[in-house]
């Protein structure tokens, strides 16, 4: 119930009362309990649905960051966060279209992780070094371009395969579009939608610690 | 029947009527640098390549229009902005110009005169005018003011615009039509037979339908008015169902669907009112074999073609760099083959 009144409060832009919902939930349960209990399921439900074709993507995109905003501003008032969850490498490879990356950013952040942006435009090679030499254990990529995704390829490959290498999941249109395009190109962790950077994360990274 | 041009068979399938055969469209925009064995970006810096590898790719494959069209992100270097090339794939828009919303207070709207990759597409459509005649159609294109925007600001900031300051938002709207409406109009003084309008925006996979209404569909209403010449409007491959309606209202002919979508439900929806332009997926075409491809159009053809108002093409309006040329022939011959009435079944 109150999931839904917190869902539906972000998808009409309702700031205030996403807020008060918030700020209820986190006085009742503490932090972690909020987070897991009212903002994971409604972020997960609203990428689902719009996976679905049920809503729009600037829904998604607004509803993310009005969480991410509710969010920072309760932790300000509470001080400032001490985190120490698992960080997360996050790019656009090769291409230059930063929304998909943006909202899977306002997405993690709002489910309790934190995020190591890389920007956009990188090549495997810099890439991988940068998420090798932060020792990330997970890198999510996200590409626009189809030849942006051809050369994931490269990425892997850069990345190795030694237990230390970050595991990287990918998303973006083409692998929407195409759903066959990650299995050819060898990658495993393939995203539909925001929603599954939140299970990628937790699948193998476990549930955060609190922000 | 008797034997049709390629112009009037597109014109005969946009009145709603089966032509000799179904028409289809190759959005060859890439290819063309591979047919002459230059790199993209040498292949746009001219016209006379774009139109050399144009009529020799028509020539080759039999498709039954001539795409004038280059790349995307020139219409955004005629604002000032930049374009990334790179070997393997179409030039995509770098840094947005416009770095805040302010900058929408102090808009000036470029001369068309003034830009060179501009003018290289319109001697494009002219070259190809006049080696081709008027036997064949020639394809523009012109991204709608309410679209632009994404490279122009970026989408997340367009965002911000579009749910946040309506003021500045119709702003911009009002330069993005001028320049629309000209560059539009341009293209068909040069030669171009119609224009594909591309308003990816305006699909329920990317805004809400009652923003749409009040922002992009007026716009297009407004824009569409301005253009003396006939428009397919074309969503990128994102859904149309739910704003099939709305396009219907704008005062376009056609609208390119999306290949997650059912042709026969498309058709239904659109009948009488718009034609319908698609929807083979362009991104599994990369790795499509001969069979595939073969099933995959007989499939479109059965589904699209009955009573008219279907012309055969790709869900995007390009197809991406790594489609094989044994893909296209492939294609291409299946619709020769498969393409006359009843199309697509076992009667040939
Ligand atoms: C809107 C649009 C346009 C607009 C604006 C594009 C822009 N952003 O700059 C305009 C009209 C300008 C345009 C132009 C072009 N476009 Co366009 N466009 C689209 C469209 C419809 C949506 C793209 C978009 O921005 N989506 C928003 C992002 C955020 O969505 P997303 O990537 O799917 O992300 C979601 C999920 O995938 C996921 N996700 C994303 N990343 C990640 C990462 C992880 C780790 C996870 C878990 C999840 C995840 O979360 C997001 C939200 O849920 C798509 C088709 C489509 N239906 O998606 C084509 C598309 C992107 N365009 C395409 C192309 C080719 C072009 C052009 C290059 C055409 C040309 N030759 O000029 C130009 C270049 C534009 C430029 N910037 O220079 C192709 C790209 C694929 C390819 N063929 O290479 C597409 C896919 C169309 C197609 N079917 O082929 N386009």
């Known amino acids: 119930m109150e999931v839904q009144a917190f869902q539906s409060a972000l998808l009409s832009m309702d700031r205030i009362r996403v807020g008060n919902l918030l700020k209820e939930s986190l006085a009742r349960e503490g932090r972690m309990q909020a987070i897991e209990s009212l903002v994971v399921p409604a972020m997960q439900a609203i990428g689902t649905e719009w996976e679905q074709g049920r809503l729009a993507l600037a829904q998604v995109y607004m509803s993310g960051r009005i969480c991410e905003q509710a969010l920072d501003a309760l932790i300000l008032e509470d001080g400032p966060p001490v985190a120490t969850g698992p960080r997360i490498g996050l790019a656009v490879f090769m291409d230059q279209h930063q929304l998909g990356k943006r909202i899977v950013a306002s997405v993690l952040k709002a489910s309790g992780y934190r995020v190591l942006d890389y920007g956009q435009g990188l090549d495997a090679e810099t890439l991988a070094r940068l998420a090798l030499a932060d020792r990330v254990p997970m890198l ?49 962790a393939v995203g539909e939608s925001a929603a599954d950077a939140i299970k990628f994360a937790r699948q193998y990274l476990g549930v955060p610690c609190p922000i | 029947m008797p034997h049709m041009t390629p112009k009037e068979r597109i014109f005969t399938a946009l009145s709603h009527r089966e032509a000799d055969r179904v028409p289809f469209v190759l959005a060859l925009t890439l290819h063309g640098a591979k047919e002459l064995g230059l790199t993209i970006r040498q292949y746009f810096s001219s016209a006379a390549n774009v139109v050399e590898a144009q009529i020799r790719m028509q020539q080759r494959y039999g498709h039954d229009a001539l795409i004038g069209f280059s790349y995307a992100a020139a219409e955004y270097e005629a604002w000032g902005g930049e374009a990334i090339f790179v070997e393997d794939g179409p030039p995509n828009s770098g840094e947005p110009i416009f770095k805040n919303l302010e900058a929408l207070d102090h808009l000036e709207v470029p001369r068309i005169e003034a830009c060179p990759e501009l003018q290289t597409s319109l001697e494009i459509i002219r070259q190809l005018k006049s080696r081709a005649g008027n036997g064949i159609p020639i394809l523009g294109v012109v991204l709608s003011p309410f679209s632009l925007p994404v490279m122009q600001l970026g989408f997340d900031l367009y965002l911000d615009l579009l749910y946040g300051d309506r003021e500045r938002f119709w702003l911009l709207m009002a330069a993005n039509q001028v320049f629309a409406t000209a560059w539009a109009n341009a293209q068909l003084e040069a030669g171009a037979t119609a224009l594909a309008y591309y308003d990816p925006l305006a699909s329920p996979s990317m805004i809400p339908m009652d923003l749409y209404r009040e922002t992009g569909f007026k716009v297009a209403c407004d824009t569409l008015k301005q253009i003396s010449g006939p428009t397919i409007t074309n969503l990128a491959s994102g859904s149309t169902l739910g704003v099939i309606d709305l396009i219907a209202q704008t005062g376009t002919q056609a609208i390119g669907v999306s290949s997650l979508e059912d042709l026969v439900e498309l058709k239904s929806r659109c009948a009488g009112r718009l034609g319908v332009v698609g929807n083979l997926n362009g991104l599994a075409m990369v790795r499509w074999t001969a069979k595939e491809t073969e099933q995959a159009v007989r499939e479109a053809l059965v589904k699209g073609a009955p009573g008219g108002g279907f012309v055969l093409s790709d869900n995007h309006g390009e197809l991406p760099w790594g489609v094989p040329d044994e893909v296209i022939g492939t294609l291409a011959e299946t619709v020769r083959t498969w393409g006359q009435y009843p199309a697509g079944s076992d009667h040939a």
């Not at chain 1, 579009?177 to 299995?183: A, N």
């Open chain 1, 140 to 188: 999510m990529v996200s590409v626009l371009m189809l030849h942006s995704a051809m050369h994931l390829k490269e990425l892997r490959q850069a990345l190795g395969t030694n237990p230390e290498a970050p595991v990287l999941v990918v998303g973006g249109a083409p692998f929407r579009l195409d759903p066959t395009l990650g299995r050819e190109l060898g990658l495993e």
